[in-house]
Structure formats: structure tokens, C-alpha cells
């Protein structure tokens, strides 16, 4: 399986930012398999953001839980993570994984986001 995040680069802070992780090669709906989005900021480890299950339940983590948001276009075999009120804090590169229930089998390459005025 492939995956592919896209996103807008640069947001200005206060807004929302909107990721797509398109999936190629395997079906976000096969049982077994939950999707995720993990981000790293400059100088800081991974940190684990949202997961979405193969039926569709939505999971956060506790940091960041009031603001985000993650869900799926099934016919296109996508999910997508928003994240609002952006802050600078919020600069980072985000990856949309799959996860096997025993780690993170496949990651896309990682959409660069920077959250500057």
C-alpha cells in the first residue's frame, strides 16, 4: 500500500488547517487496518495525532482532541485530519500511516506545514 498526504504548505495562524492522505493499493474500509496521522515538529519526536478505523470510529489523542478532527471519503479511498486554531506550535511535517495492530507498516512521505503570518 502507498500513501500520499497532501496539504496547503502554509497556514495563517488562527485558521484551520485540512490534510488529505490519499491511499493507493489497499482499501481504508479492509478490516484490521486503522489509519492515522502522526506529525513531527523541528527539534521534537513523533507525535501521534488521530486514527480513523477501518469502520470508520475516530480516536485522538488527548492533546489536541479539542481542535481536531479526522474522517473519510470512502469512494476515493481517502482520510483527511483538520486541525483548527492553528499556532505556530503547529509547524511540522504530518504523516498519514497505516497501522497493523502491531505498528506502523506504511507511511506517506510527509506534507511540510509551516503556520506563519
Known amino acids: 500500500v502507498q500513501l500520499q498526504e497532501s496539504g496547503p504548505g502554509l497556514v495563517a495562524p488562527s485558521q484551520t488547517l485540512s490534510l488529505t492522505c490519499a491511499v493507493f493499493?489497499?482499501?481504508?474500509?479492509?478490516?484490521?487496518?486503522?489509519w492515522n496521522w502522526i506529525r513531527q515538529s523541528p527539534g521534537k519526536g513523533l507525535e501521534w495525532m488521530a486514527t480513523?478505523?477501518?469502520?470508520?470510529?475516530?480516536y485522538y489523542s488527548p492533546s489536541v482532541k479539542n481542535r481536531t478532527s479526522i474522517s473519510r471519503d470512502t469512494s476515493k479511498n481517502q482520510f483527511f485530519l483538520q486541525l483548527r486554531s492553528v499556532t505556530p506550535e503547529d509547524t511540522a511535517v504530518y504523516y498519514c500511516?497505516?497501522?497493523?495492530?502491531?505498528?506502523?507498516?506504511?507511511w506517506g512521505q510527509g506534507a511540510r506545514v509551516i503556520v506563519s503570518s
Open positions: 493499493g489497499g482499501s481504508i474500509t479492509t478490516d484490521r487496518y486503522y
Open positions: 500511516t497505516r497501522e497493523d495492530g502491531l505498528g506502523f507498516d506504511s
Open positions: 480513523v478505523s477501518s469502520s470508520g470510529d475516530p
